[in-house]
Structures are given as C-alpha cells and as structure tokens.
T-cell receptor, first 115, second 118 residues
Framework: AQKVTQAQTEISVVEKEDVTLDCVYE???????LFWYKQPPSGELVFLIR??????QNEISGRYSWNFQKSTSSFNFTITASQVVDSAVYFC????????????FGAGTILRVKS | DGGITQSPKYLFRKEGQNVTLSCEQN?????MYWYRQDPGQGLRLIYY???????QKGDIAEGYSVSREKKESFPLTVTSAQKNPTAFYLC?????????????????FGPGTRLTVL
C-alpha cells in the first residue's frame, strides 16, 4: 500500500536558519515517483521537484536541496538560509507507476520563518 | 499566460444544494484531476480524467460528479449527497496521454476554490 508520512506537523525557525523537512514513504513497487510541493498562504500548490525511484542522486536548486535515500525510504527536503517567503505548507507525495498518475500526499508540514 | 484557472475562488452553498466548481486549463494537457483538502490534512483524490470523455473515481468520489466533454475543462459538481462538503478544492492537470505510460507526469495545480456550506 502507498503511504507518505510527514511526521513534523509544524516547524518554526528564525530567518537564515537551515531547516529540514522529513518525508518517509511506503511502497511495494520498484518503480515510483516522489514529489515535493509548496503551498503558500494563497493556496495554490507549487511544484518543486519530481524524482524517480531509480535516481538516488541528491539534487540542489539554489537554497533548496533534496536527499533521497531508498535504504530508509526517505526523501527529505532542506532549505538553506531560510527566508520569510519560505513560510508555507510543504507536501511530499508518492506515485506508483502501476497506479498511473495517482498521487498520495502526506499530511504536510507547516513551516514558519520568523524575521 | 498558460495555466490552470478555477472559479469561483470562494463559494457558499446551502445544505441540499448542488454546486459546480469550474476548472479550465490552456496547457494542452490530456489529464486532469480534482482533489479535496481538509484542514491539517493532505490532498485526497476525488476524480481524475486521462482523456476527453473518460474519467475514473478516486479515493473519495461519493457525493461528487464530473464531466469531461472538452480537453480544457473538467467541472466538478458537489451534490447534496456529499455529507461534509466544506473544504478547499484543488484542480490539477498533467501532460497525460494514453494508458500504458512508462512514467508518471508532474501535476500542476490551480489556485483552488474554497467551498463553505451554510
């Protein structure tokens, strides 16, 4: 069964601190895809990254980085030198190839960055 | 600008009424989706459509209906049978295509409609 767990309900940091958002997933499929989305207060989900199960290479995009570890079924997201504009709800999601494009979302982590 | 639009942004409904939420995309995507978001929870899939004139139930389809008569439009009707319709509704689309795909597309989301039952 597919499942995504984001154990951190809410995180508060002060601007310029680094912060890591955890994501643990469960799947029996060997081919799957992992996603991170950002939901700012406006409500729209903004796509951040997509990663397939065969690519464990970590990725960096500006202040964002992602650590994918199949051994621990985790796909963690780190924001370096956080800014107030990073305040949002962040969702991790999983899609198994055999279920087509159906996404299973975690409950989300609320990130509050204080100035 | 290419993107996904949803209307209205806010919607109020009296109990017993059906309401229809609009979702339009000009990205030329084949696949479209409807999700429901409740406070403190992730998104749950209501219905999805891989191609025009075809759609499938998601995890929480009861009390909802959809149609897909045009590629760019995927309206969602919340019927009176939906027991707890107050929620934030998000529409998404992806490139999609025919079945038998060897990968998963990225879904892109609209701005959402907040539905409140009075």
């Amino acid at each position: 069964a597919q499942k995504v767990t984001q154990a951190q309900t809410e995180i508060s940091v002060v601007e310029k601190e680094d912060v890591t958002l955890d994501c643990v997933y469960e799947t029996r499929d060997t081919t799957y895809y992992l996603f991170w989305y950002k939901q700012p207060p406006s409500g729209e989900l903004v796509f951040l990254i997509r990663r397939n199960s065969f690519d464990e290479q970590n990725e960096i995009s500006g202040r964002y980085s992602w650590n994918f570890q199949k051994s621990t079924s985790s796909f963690n997201f780190t924001i370096t030198a956080s800014q107030v504009v990073d305040s949002a709800v962040y969702f991790c999601a999983l899609s198994e190839l055999k279920y087509g494009n159906k996404l299973v979302f975690g409950a989300g982590t609320i990130l509050r960055v204080k100035s | 600008d290419g993107g996904i639009t949803q209307s209205p942004k806010y919607l109020f409904r009296k109990e017993g009424q059906n309401v229809t939420l609009s979702c339009e995309q000009n990205l030329n995507h084949d696949a479209m989706y409807w999700y429901r978001q409740d406070p403190g929870q992730g998104l749950r899939l209501i219905y999805y459509s891989q191609i025009v004139n075809d759609f499938q139930k998601g995890d929480i389809a009861e009390g909802y209906s959809v149609s897909r008569e045009k590629k760019e439009s995927f309206p969602l009707t919340v019927t009176s049978a939906q027991k707890n319709p107050t929620a934030f509704y998000l529409c998404a689309s992806s490139i999609g295509g025919t079945s038998g795909s060897t990968s998963t597309d990225t879904q892109y989301f609209g701005p959402g409609t907040r539905l409140t039952v009075l």
